[in-house]
């Protein structure tokens, strides 16, 4: 029987996005968080390379280097160390996202905590499996409830807020405590400065246990079109997530995974892609800014979250007037009905386009 799931989010914008793309300077789309720059040659020559050409199956824990190559970039990147084991690729990481209750075995007797402003597919997936939703950013107000799983999102999407050590260590002990499992969607943490993975000893104490980080290479390595994501964390419930998808035939492609393992091994390009947006966020805020526009949080990751403290949707219709294409907040949580999120995934040229029509 066919779960209740929410309206698309992009489909309700359809009407804005048309009228955006009718600007005689054509569209500048910042509603989506998709990639528009070049892949990486290294990464292009892994995909094409001897990897290419295996005609057999590939494993679902992933090639043994892919998994090496990736625990070595957690190590070098973001402090964590882990053995390689409990690491698994997956098919990008939305999959693992909308997937993660149903593969845990959570039902209608379960409560999975999402953030108040949260990815659309943290609910998607507490649906698919049945279970029940509470959207909180405090353990406190969670009283007696018995949770099983805790979605964390720092750097955030949509907000871009980067949650401090402190939080996320609270939210560990807490969950610990009642034998809940904690996943970080840690997508965005190669665009920060300051945001630590809920692996990080000085989250988790030196131990993974209850833990789950999920990581993307979409932006870090604008790797979106490859599909190319990985988990890790706690060696029993990754365990656990391989066997499931080992029955379920869940597996990454083999040039896939050669794939991942260049981008898991060059740093270079990762650091590059961060400045790039890095300076990308700073144009489009002062833009921002000049036009009236208020920016909350947006201290990392991949957005602005921006008010013109109106209602979301008339923002929209407004910026989409001058051919910018924007994502209500409302598509978060009910929370963020006066925000706007706008993505930096546009190239130099759009985010001058758009500069330049703020500026009007």
């Not at 043994?64 to 990481?93: H, M, N, Q, W």
Request: one cysteine or more; aromatic letters at 4%; glycine letters at 8%.
């Amino acid at each position: 029987m066919r779960r209740a799931l929410p309206d698309f989010p992009w489909d309700t914008i359809a009407e804005d996005k048309a009228l955006a793309a009718a600007h005689p300077g054509g569209i500048v789309d910042l509603s989506v968080g998709t990639p528009v720059d070049p892949v990486p040659a290294v990464v292009r020559e892994a995909l094409a390379g001897p990897a290419a050409d295996v005609p057999g199956y590939p494993t679902t824990h992933g090639a043994p280097s892919l998994r090496t190559a990736i625990a070595g970039s957690l190590r070098r990147r973001f402090g964590v160390e882990i053995d390689p084991v409990p690491v698994l690729p997956t098919i990008g990481s939305k999959e693992l996202v909308a997937w993660l209750p149903t593969l845990l075995g959570l039902g209608a007797e379960h409560t999975v905590v999402i953030p108040e402003l949260a990815y659309p597919t943290y609910e998607v997936g507490v649906r698919l499996a049945g279970a029940q939703l509470v959207r909180s950013d405090s353990t406190a107000a969670l009283g007696p409830r018995r949770v099983a799983l805790v979605w964390l999102n720092s750097p955030s999407n949509p907000t871009g807020r980067v949650l401090p050590v402190e939080h996320l260590r609270k939210v560990v002990d807490w969950a610990r405590e009642r034998g809940a499992v904690v996943a970080s969607d840690e997508c965005y943490l190669s665009l920060s400065d300051g945001a630590q993975s809920v692996l990080h000893p000085d989250v988790c104490g030196g131990s993974h246990e209850g833990l789950l980080a999920v990581h993307s290479m979409s932006k870090s390595s604008s790797l979106a079109g490859y599909r190319a994501g990985f988990v890790a964390g706690d060696p029993r419930l990754v365990a656990d997530l391989l066997e499931v998808r080992k029955h379920a035939g869940m597996i990454v492609p083999r040039p896939v995974q050669a794939a991942m393992e260049a981008a898991a091994s060059d740093d270079a390009h990762v650091a590059a892609q961060a400045q790039t947006y890095a300076r990308r966020r700073v144009r489009l805020r002062a833009a921002m800014e000049a036009a009236g526009y208020r920016i909350d949080h947006s201290e990392a990751g991949l957005y602005l979250w921006a008010t013109a403290d109106e209602p979301c949707r008339v923002t929209v219709r407004r910026l989409a007037q001058a051919g910018i294409l924007v994502a209500p907040g409302d598509f978060y949580g009910p929370i963020g009905g006066r925000h706007v999120r706008v993505a930096l995934t546009a190239t130099d040229e759009r985010i001058e386009a758009a500069v330049e029509r703020l500026k009007a």
